[in-house]
T-cell receptor
Framework: DAGVIQSPRHEVTEMGQEVTLRCKPI?????LFWYRQTMMRGLELLIY????????DSGMPEDRFSAKMPNASFSTLKIQPSEPRDSAVYFC??????????????FGPGTRLLVL | RKEVEQDPGPFNVPEGATVAFNCTYS??????FFWYRQDCRKEPKLLMS???SGNEDGRFTAQLNRASQYISLLIRDSKLSDSATYLC?????????????FGSGTRLQVQP
């Protein structure tokens, strides 16, 4: 079975450019998460969706960041304009949302972003 | 104070050694707990959930102390392949706000 798919795997861009990261969750999963990981701050939750609806975007750094989930099989994270401090690994994860507490998130391979 | 705190390590141990990691969490309303493993330049993957009564999976034992708000992971008979970063993860389940909170991880290096 295909896991979470992210593209691109690597992105190098110049400051001020728009960056769009893409994610395809595991089929049947109804929750999707965007994380950012840096050496300094570790793994941070940016935003998550349940059934394509954004539930909590309090982790989104600022207005330059936006995320959408137009359907159950696709999500984007956009940075416009990008800045060098946005350089990080961006992970997408998905899971089946249940009423229980024990649940597993499946992470994609990540997108390594470098903003020059 | 961070919601989830871990000793970053690195823990350098010889093959066959027993090693333990601890993790503390600040939110007493936290309801579920996990250990994830992350290999270098890879994505995090679930290692095991942590149950109130403690649980074991092969060489790995996880324990939870709600009163003191800490979680532990014990690895027995360490293998070279255990070298990775171990992330302590906490989930506060409420009406749907917020999801998993990850610690910064403890790095383990098992040496031959």
């Amino acid at each position: 079975d295909a896991g979470v798919i992210q593209s691109p795997r690597h992105e190098v861009t110049e400051m001020g450019q728009e960056v769009t990261l893409r994610c395809k969750p595991i089929s049947g999963h109804n929750s999707l998460f965007w994380y950012r990981q840096t050496m300094m701050r570790g793994l941070e939750l940016l935003i998550y969706f349940n059934n394509n609806v954004p539930i909590d975007d309090s982790g989104m750094p600022e207005d330059r960041f936006s995320a959408k989930m137009p359907n159950a099989s696709f999500s984007t994270l956009k940075i416009q304009p990008s800045e060098p401090r946005d350089s990080a690994v961006y992970f997408c994860a998905s899971k089946i949302r249940t009423s229980g507490n024990q649940e597993t998130q499946y992470f994609g391979p990540g997108t390594r972003l470098l903003v020059l | 104070r961070k919601e989830v705190e871990q000793d970053p390590g690195p823990f350098n141990v010889p093959e066959g050694a027993t090693v333990a990691f601890n993790c503390t969490y600040s939110n007493s309303a936290s309801q579920s707990f996990f250990w994830y493993r992350q290999d270098c330049r890879k994505e995090p993957k679930l290692l095991m959930s942590v149950y109130s009564s403690g649980n074991e999976d092969g060489r790995f034992t996880a324990q939870l102390n709600r009163a003191s708000q800490y979680i532990s992971l014990l690895i027995r008979d360490s293998k070279l392949s255990d070298s990775a970063t171990y992330l302590c993860v906490v989930n506060k389940v409420d009406t749907g706000r917020r999801a998993l909170t990850f610690g910064s991880g403890t790095r383990l290096q098992v040496q031959p």
